[in-house]
Each structure stands twice: as structure tokens, then as C-alpha cells.
């Protein structure tokens, strides 16, 4: 029998063990924290041996197979002396794709990966596909397979995901963009970051397709980087591709295996220039599993976006409170900023991931922002990039403050952003709990007194 190690017992180890026992496989999880209780008791009752707290490094390195954390990264000791002794590491992804005769559509990007993936999966499943959604958003592709196999996947990627794939093979395979991010991970080189989101592609021919941005120049450089057979389809809001889409902000051009549709940008549920680069990258996939243009239509109508992501809270005084706290690269503030004409109480602060905030200048310039209100333990280079472009910037660490501050300073029309631009670990415990306390004051707040 085959001996297989999980380092983690997350939701994707914990998945991947539940795999790997119905396949037969010794299994035996080993994770360096605490293992969640309920975690615990689907382990016991799956019969699968665990250790918490450390890593048994002899057990783990007896095993003929490791399947690790996507947040343990590569260099690890562990990890390093396995792949040394040729032990072969993978991610629960890969493990769950040979156990899967599904067709992939697989996402990855550094922003609007997972807004493109649930656009993606509901246009399927909207249309009547039998379609499952995974990867690094849901549950584990590996843990759901335990029980169902589905005609079609779509599975978010990330990077440290697709680090771990060796066979993986999506028959669509989506890159929204690639702007710098991760970069601890990747020894601060830009390439090596590159190189990791063109692996996506790397086992795809010329039967398979991908899709990407034209105008994105990291993606054009990660194409001289690596040489993919990849048959790709363009997306653009500048030129119209042969086959891919465009959209000239009125309408949707969709072209791909000899099928067309052609739709109005009104039509979407989710509003912005970043969402009309998501909708096309997921209605090129979908016109490429088969879906017609009344089927795109009413998916499109019908979406729903995940929370923290430009998400309209509340309208109140004739003002928007919109809810982006997944924004947490510049990148990702510079398509929120840019999806408003309205003038703007900017929102935003955190931890700082090295940001150049210069690219933002022509978005605030002009008076558009009115008011940004950092919110941070540290906001003294979020307040010196600003100052003299954005006439009023105030300061506070309460998200409650911020938010009172917003509704007292918007006027009728106008529109009070939640888009941080950084990370959110000095006040909060991740980027959904900066939003959830976001959402929370908003709806809190009482409308204005009329005078």
C-alpha cells in the first residue's frame, strides 16, 4: 500500500486525506498548529491517523507521496528535504485532478480571480451545466470528489496553488492579470512571480484553450518567459480580437469556437471597469463550453458577487457606502476607484505591502476623491502620497469613526469607498472581518436630520 503525508489539515488537507483513504492510500496528516475539532472528528471517524503541534520528520519523509498547505511554501525545510530525497510534493489540487474526469476551467490572476471564477460557475450552472465549483474559493476539489464528480469544475487558482501542480491540465484555462503581489514568496523577483501564474498553462496544447488580457504587460511578458502551446483567446477593452472578447463600454463582443454573442454591458449585474474585464474572461469560457447568448444573458442578469468585493452595502441620504475591503493591492483600488465618476470619501489603509501609490494619482487628482480617510496603525506614507493631491486626508484606527466620518462629509450623489489598497492585519483578522465591520457600522448609522 501506498503511503501518502498531508502536511496541513486545513480545508484542503483535510480533503485530500478523505481522497486519498477512499483510494486506498495510507494516510497520515501532519500539521505544525492545532487541528480544528471538527477536523479532528471527520479524521477519527475516516479512521486516518493525525499529529498535531509538529511534524513527525522521519513518518513524513517514509512516504511515497506528499501533498502539502498551499501556504507552506517550497522552501520549507521540510518540504526542501523531501523534494531532495525525490520524494514528489504536490497540491491537493493536482492530487484531486486524477481523480476527476470532469472538464476544468481553471482561474487564476492576481485581481478579479474570484469574482471571474463565481461568475464563471453560475453562468454554467444557471444554464443547467452540471458544474462544481472549488479550489481556493469553496470547499476542497479533493473533498468534494469523496462523494461526486462533476461533467465540469470550475476551480480558482492561486499561485502557490499552481506551484504544486505537475499533470493538472484545465480544458480552459483563465489569467485576469498579473500585477506584483506575494513577492516574499517568490525571493522579491517579479519573474519568478510571473513564471508561476504562466504555469497555469504549461501542460495545456493546442486542444485546450486560454484566455487572457491583451492589454495586461506582465502576462505579455510572462509569454516570452515561457513558451506555451496554449491555444489563446484574447480579452480587450482597446482592439477587438479575432477570437476572445471586447467591449467598448456599451457592449459585450464574445467570439470563440466559431460562436458569437453580442450583449449589452446594462445587462450585468456587477458595475465597473474591472467587472466588464471579469465578465468577458468568464463569457469567453462560457461560450466555449456551449452556452448561447439568451443562456449569457440571463446568467449575467441573475450574478451575485461574493461579499467585500465592491459591494454596495447601503443607500442612505442619497449616498452609496460600497464595501471593497478585498481590495487589498493597489491594483485592485486603482479598478475601484476608476469604476466610480460620482466624487469619492476614499477609504483605505492597512498594512502596507510596499505599495507605489503613484499609479492612483490621476484617479484622485481633480477633486474626484474629496476626503481619504486612512485607516491604519501606521498611515504616515498613505498620507505623504497624497498630501497636495487630495485637499482633506484625516487619520483614525476605529472603522466605526471612519465610516461616521464618511456619512458626514458625502453629499447627495457622491459615494463613500471602502478600498484599502492594503492588507488588513494591523486592526483586523483578515480582509472579510474589516469588511463585515465595515458593513456593520454602515447599517448602523441614522440618516441626517433634515434641516
Known amino acids: 500500500m501506498k503511503q501518502i503525508a498531508i502536511l496541513g489539515a486545513g480545508e484542503s488537507g483535510l480533503g485530500a486525506a478523505l481522497l486519498a483513504k477512499r483510494e486506498g492510500y495510507g494516510v497520515w496528516v501532519s500539521d505544525s498548529g492545532i487541528i480544528a475539532a471538527e477536523r479532528k472528528n471527520a479524521l477519527l471517524d475516516a479512521g486516518i491517523d493525525f499529529e498535531e503541534g509538529g511534524h513527525d520528520e522521519s513518518k513524513v519523509l517514509s512516504c511515497d507521496l506528499i501533498i502539502k498547505s498551499p501556504g507552506i511554501p517550497t522552501k520549507s525545510p521540510l518540504v526542501k528535504k523531501a523534494m531532495n530525497e525525490g520524494i514528489p510534493v504536490v497540491d491537493e489540487l493536482e492530487f484531486a485532478y486524477r481523480y476527476s474526469a470532469g472538464k476544468v476551467i481553471a482561474i487564476t490572476g492576481t485581481n478579479g480571480k474570484t469574482t471571474t471564477t463565481?461568475?464563471?460557475?453560475?453562468?454554467?450552472?444557471?444554464a443547467g451545466y452540471d458544474v462544481g465549483l472549488?479550489?481556493?474559493v469553496?470547499?476542497?476539489w479533493a473533498g468534494q470528489l469523496v462523494n461526486q464528480d462533476h461533467d465540469w469544475w470550475v476551480i480558482e487558482a492561486s499561485s502557490f496553488q499552481i506551484?504544486?501542480?505537475?499533470c493538472f491540465k484545465p480544458t480552459i484555462g483563465i489569467l485576469t492579470n498579473i500585477t506584483p503581489d506575494h513577492l516574499d514568496r517568490y525571493e522579491y523577483q517579479i519573474d519568478n512571480y510571473i513564471f508561476s501564474k504562466m504555469s497555469l498553462f504549461k501542460n495545456m496544447t493546442l486542444r485546450e484553450k486560454g484566455i487572457a488580457f491583451l492589454e495586461d504587460p506582465l502576462t505579455k511578458k510572462g509569454l516570452e518567459l515561457k513558451k506555451l502551446k496554449t491555444d489563446f483567446h484574447w480579452i480587450s477593452l482597446s482592439e477587438k480580437p479575432g477570437k476572445g472578447g471586447y467591449s467598448d463600454g456599451k457592449t459585450l463582443e464574445?467570439?470563440?469556437?466559431?460562436?458569437?454573442?453580442?450583449?449589452?454591458?446594462?445587462?450585468?449585474?456587477?458595475?465597473?471597469?474591472?467587472?466588464?474585464?471579469?465578465?468577458?474572461?468568464?463569457?469567453?469560457?462560457?461560450?466555449?463550453?456551449?452556452?448561447?447568448?439568451?443562456q449569457l444573458i440571463q446568467g449575467y442578469k441573475t450574478f451575485k458577487n461574493a461579499p467585500h468585493r465592491m459591494e454596495l452595502v447601503r443607500e442612505m441620504d442619497g449616498v452609496r457606502f460600497v464595501n471593497d475591503s478585498k481590495g487589498t493591492n493597489v491594483e485592485a483600488t486603482y479598478y475601484a476607484l476608476g469604476s466610480y465618476v460620482e466624487p469619492l470619501i476614499w477609504i483605505a489603509g492597512g498594512v502596507d505591502k510596499g505599495n507605489d501609490y503613484s499609479i492612483?494619482?490621476?484617479?484622485?487628482?481633480?477633486?474626484?476623491?474629496?476626503?481619504?480617510i486612512c485607516l491604519g496603525t501606521d498611515n504616515e506614507k498613505l498620507k505623504k502620497a497624497f498630501v497636495g493631491i487630495i485637499s482633506t486626508i484625516k487619520e483614525t484606527q476605529d472603522i466605526s469613526e471612519a465610516v461616521a466620518w464618511g456619512q458626514e462629509?458625502?453629499?447627495?450623489?457622491e459615494v463613500v469607498l471602502l478600498s484599502p489598497a492594503c492588507a488588513s492585519f494591523d486592526?483586523?483578522?483578515?480582509?472579510?472581518?474589516?469588511?463585515?465591520?465595515?458593513?456593520?457600522a454602515v447599517l448602523g448609522l441614522k440618516e441626517k436630520q433634515k434641516a
Do not use: W
Not at 118 to 126: A, D, G, I, S
Open 360 to 372: 492612483l494619482n490621476d484617479l484622485v487628482d481633480n477633486g474626484k476623491v474629496k476626503v481619504l
Open 163 to 166: 506551484d504544486g501542480f505537475q
Open 118 to 126: 463565481l461568475l464563471t460557475f453560475h453562468l454554467l450552472k444557471e
Open 427 to 440: 486592526l483586523f483578522k483578515n480582509y472579510e472581518d474589516r469588511g463585515d465591520r465595515f458593513r456593520s
Open 254 to 294: 464574445l467570439a470563440a469556437n466559431g460562436n458569437s454573442a453580442s450583449i449589452s454591458v446594462s445587462e450585468l449585474s456587477i458595475q465597473g471597469k474591472h467587472n466588464i474585464l471579469n465578465a468577458l474572461c468568464a463569457g469567453t469560457a462560457a461560450l466555449m463550453a456551449g452556452l448561447t447568448e439568451p
Open 409 to 413: 462629509l458625502a453629499e447627495k450623489g
Open 138 to 140: 469553496g470547499q476542497s
Open 134 to 136: 472549488a479550489g481556493n
